[in-house]
């Protein structure tokens, strides 16, 4: 059996994704994902709030290398050097993600929530990038542990949110 995130979000992650729209409506600023590991629950979630959920401008959802050389311009040489699951690569996404949208705030996740076959794909390591047009990216990786997919992906969403809320709170421009 799958295992998979109940259809609604922990009340504390809900609160934080309706902060994260509020702050965007208030200052009239579009948000976009550009997610891996979570497979598109960010998207979901940001689109699930009612009154706020049109300062949700896109995501994209890059579950695979070629996902992400396609669609946000990862390049090759980042994916088989750095690894789709590194700071390199989450900061490609995010910069892809600004630049194939009309959003001003973007953040990318990548990650592994379990454990992979090869040593370096450690169960519960997530790369975050968040950016704001005109400013530099924000890196932050998490070790998260083996909490097995669903925990994993729930402290992606409220990392991921505490990133964008960041990018909406700091002054404008560079």
Do not use: W
């Not at 799958?2 to 965007?24: D, G, H, W």
């Not at 311009?73 to 900061?91: F, K, N, P, T, W």
């Amino acid at each position: 059996m799958t295992e998979a995130l109940a259809l609604s979000a922990p009340r504390q992650i809900e609160n934080l994704a309706e902060q994260v729209l509020k702050l965007a409506c208030d200052r009239d600023v579009k948000l976009a994902t550009a997610e891996s590991c979570t497979g598109g629950m960010l998207a979901a979630l940001l689109t699930d709030i009612p009154g706020c959920s049109h300062a949700f401008e896109r995501g994209f959802v890059v579950y695979t290398d070629e996902a992400k050389h396609e669609l946000l311009g990862v390049s090759q040489q980042v994916l088989a050097e750095d690894g789709a699951v590194s700071e390199a690569a989450a900061i490609a996404m995010a910069e892809g993600a600004l630049a194939r949208s009309r959003a001003e705030v973007v953040v990318a996740i990548t990650g592994y929530t379990d454990p992979g076959p090869k040593p370096e794909e450690e169960a519960g390591l997530v790369h975050f990038a968040a950016a704001r047009r005109g400013c530099g990216p924000q890196h932050r990786m998490v070790r998260f542990g083996a909490l097995g997919r669903d925990r994993v992906r729930e402290g992606a969403l409220e990392t991921a949110l505490q990133m964008m809320r960041q990018q909406l709170e700091a002054p404008e421009g560079p």
